[in-house]
Structures are given as C-alpha cells and as structure tokens.
C-alpha cells in the first residue's frame, strides 16, 4: 500500500479521500493531472468538488490546466432563489427541441455527466447544471434540500423563459 503522507507535498492541502483517490489512480504531482481530464478525476472515489477546486487553482498558479477540457458547451448564471446557480449549454443549439435539464449526484458537479452528455449532445440541447454548493455554484446560508434544489431547476428554467424542459438527474440530482 502507497504511504499517501509521504506524497502530501506533492499536492496542495486537500482531504485524505481525494489524496488516496489520486495516488491510487497514479497520479502524484500537478503535472501528472495535466494529462488528464477534470471529469475524468471527478469520477474518482473520494474525489469532492472542494478538492477539484482546490487542484485546479493550484494548477492555474503554476500556468498549467486539466486535459481535455470541454470546449463545446457555453456556461452562465442565474440568480434565482438567493443563488448565483451556474449552468452549461451542450450540444444542439436552444432552437424548437425540448431541452434535457441533467443534474448530478451529490458531492460532484456537473463533469460527472460529461461520458451521458456527449453521447447525446449531438441529438439536442442539454442544459447542465451544478446544484448549490457543488461545482461553480457556491453553497449560501440555507440547507441543501431536494425540495431548494427543484425550486432553483423551476427558477432557472423560467430564468432561461422555457415552457418544457426533459429532466435527467444522477442520485441526489435525481431526488
């Protein structure tokens, strides 16, 4: 078994989990995760939102960046419900199709979707989103409930003026 404590200064301070997570899957320094994606490391066991957040400001202050970062989606905020909810745009452009809401599962963003939304991104437009406290979404004072979450969804769809919207949701998304 890897001593992870011996590796700890290879990395920025982050949890245990997300260390592990990272040695386990060989990675060892920053220069190491410039050869892979952020979704892919999102998928990690271990691997929480504070902690991808954490590895990616400290890979910007040294001038490097993940791999494969996704180019093909457009992404914003809305300010609904006391939040600055960010969400992506992916595939076909907004036109008369009914758009696929996808929403995470807990303790990631939504990268974790990326494999789902770039097998139908080609077919219509899919609108992501990173729920409060997850992702580019910072966490307000309030609790983290499914019933505030679906409210932000209404509020965001109505920020966007759609009648209709598809919705796909991973675990906690799905609640």
């Known amino acids: 078994m890897t001593d ?12 245990a989990p997300a260390l592990r997570a990272l040695n386990g899957a060989g990675y060892h320094t920053l220069v190491d ?8 490391l999102a998928k990690l066991h271990g691997m929480g ?3 991808l957040g954490i590895l990616r400001n400290a890979l910007a202050t040294q001038g490097l960046a993940f791999a494969g970062t996704q180019a093909n989606h457009k992404g914003a905020y809305a300010g609904v419900n ?16 009914v ?6 599962g807990g303790f990631s963003r939504i990268e974790m979707m990326h494999e789902l939304i770039d097998a139908l991104g080609g077919e219509r437009t899919i609108i992501g989103v990173d729920l409060q406290g997850h992702g580019r979404t910072a966490d307000i004072d ?16 109505q920020h966007l003026g759609l009648t209709q919207v598809d919705l796909l ?7």
């Open 33 to 40: 995760l410039t050869k892979v994606s952020e979704a892919d």
């Open 99 to 104: 758009p696929l809401v996808m929403l995470h």
């Open 4 to 15: 992870v404590t011996n590796q700890a200064s290879a990395f920025p301070k982050i949890s």
């Open 142 to 157: 309030r609790p983290i409930r499914y019933t505030f979450c679906a409210d932000d969804i209404g509020g965001l769809i």
């Open 169 to 175: 949701g991973y675990s906690f998304g799905g609640g």
């Open 49 to 51: 939102p504070k902690a």
């Open 82 to 97: 006391g939040i600055r909810l960010y969400y992506q745009f992916h595939g076909q452009p907004l036109s008369q199709d």
